[in-house]
């Protein structure tokens, strides 16, 4: 059974960093990419950065420059490294890691922003 287990979330202050791990346990057959989503209270879940297998990445232009994602292959972990924190990126950020045939979700962890 596949699980992906998320951690670092947090509350901190504007201008802050705060780091994201994500660690899928289990097996994805030919795993591709690995990402972050958030989902602001009222709002839509949105894609925040991903990161495929070759090292690739796309990112939200709103945390373009502020955010960095990252991966090891080996441990099958994605992380997000969150600088320059902003009251607007308050959410619950989603990891996601993707095959060919499905997308796999962690349960979410609560990062708040306080101005």
């Known amino acids: 059974q596949v699980q992906l287990v998320e951690s670092g979330g947090g509350l901190v202050q504007a201008g802050g960093s705060l780091r994201l791990s994500c660690a899928v346990s289990g097996t994805i057959f030919r795993l591709n990419s690995m990402g972050w989503y958030r989902q602001a209270p009222g709002k839509q879940r949105e894609l925040v950065a991903r990161?495929?297998?070759?090292?690739?990445?796309n990112y939200a232009d709103s945390v373009k420059g502020r955010f960095t994602i990252s991966r090891d292959n080996a441990k099958n972990t994605v992380y997000l490294q969150m600088d320059s924190l902003k009251p607007e990126d308050t959410a619950v950020y989603f990891c996601n890691a993707a095959n060919s045939m499905r997308d796999y979700w962690g349960q979410g962890t609560r990062v708040t922003v306080s101005s």
């Open positions: 990161i495929t297998s070759s090292g690739s990445t």
